[in-house]
């Protein structure tokens, strides 16, 4: 009589179930993930390039002392609000105080000479009438009275011009402005021409850039002026204006670039900006094409894309340019005009991507050779 081994039922249930697990993973088809590609495509040869510059004031003043003497009080600080005549440094004013009294006593004597030539020249006058004096003696009255006439003229301007000097010690704001710096401090001596304020009117910048003259040209034929602000946006300037000088030292040319004024709120003269100047077409330029940021695939030190061959997606090095706003890269060799490219770098490296059908060709950005 032979004996059987007997299996367990619930050990049979578990192996059955775990084979029949294995053979659904087996069996279940993996299906093909299709990423959206674009043609390479190089448009017409335009040029351009951007530049770092910064904001400054439309309208901007620096108060300067008109007199010497020990600063007594500084009134304003950086980022206070003035309103046009307003005090913002008072100057030690007790030598003007002096020069003013002593142009007044010179009023007062320059007076009393005069009335005195006034009257002599009266007496001479009635006396020559009567013939008791000459002719001669008459004419030197009335030359001694205009001179005296004219000294007392000169006396008042004197005095007018030693209350203007005394004037000058307190600086006044030229204009409603916003204070951007202050240069002295309560006790420091100010002579004439030292800067003690700076002041700039609210409500208007510009972007100010210092373009090479050997790129004078190639921002001249510039179709479109872009500036991007310390925020990241980039925005289209109102205005522009192209000095009509070079500076001799730097070789530069400085552009001015209104912004509009609804900006300003959030902005401060010295601020960095950069901007761009595109769509030059001139002799020579070489058309560089622009790839998305999310095409590109980086690697360290290593910049690829995956370029479409023979229906598959091959990694394929590439060389980069400059950014060209949001999102954008130039191409600077790699891949071809005509070829076709994943827009989604990290969807095209799974194991199951293939190429969708071309989007709309992409468009070439300016470059200069």
Same mark, same amino acid.
């Given at each position: 009589?032979?004996?059987?081994?007997?299996?367990?039922?619930?050990?049979l249930r578990?192996?059955?179930s775990?084979a029949?697990?294995?053979?659904?993973?087996?069996?279940?088809?993996?299906?093909?993930?299709?990423?959206?590609?674009?043609?390479?495509?190089?448009?017409a040869e335009?040029?351009?390039?951007?530049?770092?510059?910064?904001?400054?004031?439309?309208?901007?003043?620096?108060?300067?002392?008109?007199?010497?003497?020990n600063?007594?009080a500084?009134?304003?600080?950086?980022?206070?609000?003035?309103?046009a005549?307003?005090?913002?440094?008072?100057?030690?004013?007790?030598d003007?105080?002096?020069?003013?009294?002593?142009?007044?006593?010179?009023v007062?004597?320059a007076?009393?000479q005069s009335a005195?030539a006034?009257?002599?020249?009266?007496?001479?006058?009635?006396?020559?009438?009567q013939g008791?004096?000459?002719?001669?003696?008459?004419d030197?009255?009335?030359?001694?009275?205009?001179?005296?006439?004219?000294?007392?003229?000169q006396?008042r301007?004197?005095?007018?011009?030693?209350?203007?000097?005394?004037?000058?010690?307190?600086?006044?704001?030229?204009?409603?402005?916003?204070?951007?710096?202050?240069?002295?401090e309560?006790g *420091?001596l100010?002579s004439?021409?030292?800067?003690?304020?700076t002041?700039?009117?609210?409500?208007?910048?510009?972007a100010?850039?210092?373009?090479?003259?050997?790129?004078?040209?190639?921002?001249?034929?510039?179709?479109?002026?872009?500036?991007?602000?310390? *925020?990241?946006?980039?925005?289209?300037?109102v205005?522009?204006?192209?000095?009509p000088?070079?500076?001799?030292?730097?070789?530069?040319?400085?552009?001015?670039? *209104?912004?509009?004024?609804?900006l300003?709120?959030?902005?401060?003269?010295?601020?960095?900006v950069?901007?761009?100047?595109?769509?030059?077409s001139?002799?020579?330029a070489?058309?560089?094409?622009l790839?998305?940021?999310?095409a590109?695939?980086?690697?360290?030190?290593?910049?690829?894309?995956?370029?479409?061959q023979?229906?598959?997606?091959?990694?394929?090095?590439?060389r980069?340019?400059?950014?060209?706003?949001?999102?954008?890269v130039?191409l600077?060799a790699g891949?071809?005009?005509?070829?076709r490219?994943?827009?989604d770098?990290?969807?095209?490296?799974l194991?199951?991507?293939?190429?969708?059908?071309?989007?709309?060709?992409t468009a070439?950005?300016?470059?200069?050779?």
């Amino acid at each position: 009589m032979s004996t059987h081994a007997s299996i367990p039922v619930a050990s049979l249930r578990a192996f059955l179930s775990a084979a029949l697990a294995a053979l659904s993973w087996v069996s279940l088809p993996v299906q093909a993930q299709p990423v959206p590609t674009a043609t390479l495509q190089a448009t017409a040869e335009q040029a351009g390039f951007t530049l770092s510059g910064s904001l400054q004031a439309l309208r901007q003043s620096t108060v300067a002392a008109q007199v010497g003497g020990n600063v007594l009080a500084l009134t304003v600080k950086a980022g206070d609000r003035v309103k046009a005549g307003q005090v913002l440094a008072r100057i030690d004013e007790r030598d003007a105080q002096a020069g003013l009294a002593a142009a007044s006593a010179g009023v007062a004597q320059a007076e009393a000479q005069s009335a005195s030539a006034n009257q002599n020249f009266e007496r001479t006058r009635e006396l020559r009438r009567q013939g008791f004096v000459s002719q001669a003696a008459l004419d030197l009255a009335e030359s001694q009275a205009r001179a005296a006439s004219a000294g007392l003229d000169q006396a008042r301007a004197g005095r007018s011009q030693a209350a203007l000097a005394r004037s000058f010690a307190g600086s006044t704001a030229p204009f409603d402005a916003i204070v951007l710096a202050t240069h002295v401090e309560a006790g *420091d001596l100010a002579s004439p021409g030292r800067p003690l304020v700076t002041l700039y009117a609210p409500g208007g910048l510009r972007a100010v850039v210092e373009v090479p003259s050997s790129r004078t040209a190639l921002a001249r034929a510039a179709t479109k002026l872009s500036v991007q602000l310390p *925020d990241g946006r980039w925005v289209i300037p109102v205005a522009r204006t192209e000095l009509p000088s070079a500076d001799p030292v730097s070789q530069t040319v400085e552009w001015r670039l *209104d912004l509009a004024p609804e900006l300003a709120a959030s902005l401060a003269p010295g601020q960095a900006v950069q901007v761009r100047f595109e769509g030059a077409s001139l002799p020579g330029a070489v058309a560089r094409p622009l790839v998305p940021r999310a095409a590109v695939l980086q690697r360290g030190e290593l910049s690829a894309v995956y370029a479409v061959q023979d229906g598959r997606f091959v990694l394929r090095p590439v060389r980069l340019g400059a950014s060209q706003g949001a999102g954008s890269v130039e191409l600077l060799a790699g891949l071809k005009p005509g070829e076709r490219f994943a827009l989604d770098a990290v969807r095209a490296g799974l194991a199951q991507a293939t190429p969708a059908p071309a989007a709309a060709p992409t468009a070439a950005t300016p470059a200069q050779r």
